[in-house]
């Protein structure tokens, strides 16, 4: 079964830290440029982050530039999003999705490139 699954959202104060994992299967997440989404209550879900297949790009919303890091574990076929000095803006549903699209750059904000979505986690800033 085709699939990606989030996990490591939840709550945590302004300036804290929280690990998201997307472990993929039924695919090679490898072969896949992946990424991570967000979306908040009335608003369009928008890419944060890229990680093109192979490691061969990345790309980062100026907002999470310095904060946020994607990182890739080939072995256990998992994407992560380590998430530092969070904000109160951070708060969202995270996706991860994974697309075959390269380079990260032109392509990882538009989101009929992805073909695999996982199904949502959440993630709340608040002190």
């Known amino acids: 079964q085709v699939q990606l699954v989030e996990s490591g959202g939840g709550s945590v104060q302004p300036g804290g830290s929280l690990k998201l994992s997307c472990v993929a299967s039924g695919f090679v997440a490898d072969y896949y440029s992946v990424s991570w989404f967000r979306q908040t209550p009335g608003k369009e879900r928008e890419g944060v982050v890229c990680l093109g297949s192979g490691g061969r790009s990345t790309a980062y919303e100026d907002s999470v530039k310095g904060r946020f890091s994607i990182s890739r574990d080939t072995a256990e076929n998992t994407v992560y999003l380590q998430m530092d000095n969070l904000k109160s803006e951070d708060t969202a549903t995270y996706y991860c999705?994974?697309?075959?699209?390269?380079?990260?750059?032109?392509?990882?904000?538009?989101?009929?490139?992805?073909?695999?979505w996982g199904q949502g986690h959440q993630v709340t800033v608040s002190s």
């Open positions: 999705a994974a697309g075959l699209f390269t380079p990260c750059g032109l392509y990882y904000r538009d989101r009929n490139n992805y073909k695999f």
